[in-house]
């Protein structure tokens, strides 16, 4: 019998700048925009049993992205080479 | 009938075929792609900024925990084009990184893990990377600050 997989995502990022030509925006324009830092990250967890998806989801660091991507925040701010070219 | 006739009306039908073919032809070719547009901007992602995007995956990664009795492979997928001002700052869209758990217990041969897990680091903000309302609605709601909520179930 087929069971639907339950899953479980955790998205992690902050609200940014929204261009103003969004619509002629590219991901290759949005990177070089952007720069070479983390501005998102996405865990997905799945699986068909939930004490298996329970263990995952329960053990999960949620701190360590967080962590990561306040670095991330924090050498961008830093960067002086990226915000000369904007 | 003027002499001549038919073979100015077959030289007007090649016209016509001609200009309908190549217009068609130009419909059905790809547009070019961004790096075609701007090769400047675009590099090849090795060396030790590919090393620097694999190192933040296996950061991510190790936020996963190691459950007893779960055994997993990871896989890390990086684009191989960078995008940025110079090779060195360059960087890719995305990164994704895989893992598939199977339990002790489960058949060596089944087809499916008994857990999948996907990270996927972006250079883009959640919202763009995801698409308007829905991504905003999602990181609201999930964000790991709050409990899981039933919204944040599932996978578009």
Known sequence: ?86 | MKPGWPRRTIAFAVVLVTSAVASIAAAIEPPPTYCQLNRLKCHKLVGPTRMHFVGLAREALRAVPKVPGYRCHEDIVIDKTAYGHTARRSAPESISAFLSCSHRTTDRHALRPDVEISVVLSMRPAHVAEGGARAKRTARSCSPNRRVSPSCSGRA
């Not at chain 1, 989801?57 to 967080?66: K, L, P, T, Y």
């Open chain 1, 1 to 86: 019998m087929f069971t639907k997989p339950a899953s479980v995502s955790f998205v992690f990022g902050e609200s940014l700048i929204r261009r103003s030509d969004e619509s002629t925006s590219t991901p290759e324009a949005d990177v070089v925009r952007t720069g070479p830092f983390l501005l998102s990250a996405e865990v997905w967890i799945a699986s068909e049993r939930p004490e298996a998806l329970d263990a995952f989801v329960r053990g999960f660091n949620q701190s360590a992205i967080s962590a990561l991507m306040a670095r991330e925040k924090r050498r961008r701010k830093a960067d002086r080479e990226f915000w000369g070219w904007q």
